[in-house]
């Protein structure tokens, strides 16, 4: 069984940064891919970048040139930087692993820009 456990989150003015962490549990980390998603109140979950196992990555263009998503194997832990932050980044972020034809979701963590 994995479990996902993201960390990071808060509240931040407008044009600052946080950085997302997600640790799994278990063997599977190295072969997933891995996404960080997002939901607002009122809105569907929506991806904001993923990475793969052998590290290549993908983003929404709203985020674009402002977030990064990396990953460290040896630490099972995927990161999303998230720099020059806006108001309508504000959401819960959640962390996916997928393996083996199986979704793995964490618990979320709050992310709150005020402008």
């Known amino acids: 069984q994995v479990q996902l456990v993201e960390s990071g989150g808060g509240l931040v003015q407008a044009g600052g940064s946080l950085r997302l962490s997600c640790t799994a549990s278990g063997s599977t980390f190295s072969i997933a891919a891995i996404g960080w998603y997002r939901q607002a109140p009122g809105k569907q979950r929506d991806l904001v970048a993923s990475i793969g196992s052998t590290g290549s990555t993908n983003y929404a263009n709203s985020v674009k040139g402002r977030f990064t998503i990396s990953r460290d194997n040896a630490k099972n832990t995927v990161y999303l930087q998230m720099s020059n932050l806006k108001p309508e980044d504000t959401a819960v972020y959640y962390c996916?692993?997928?393996?083996?034809?199986?979704?793995?979701w964490g618990q979320g963590t709050q992310v709150t820009v005020s402008s």
């Open positions: 996916n692993l997928h393996a083996y034809f199986k979704d793995y």
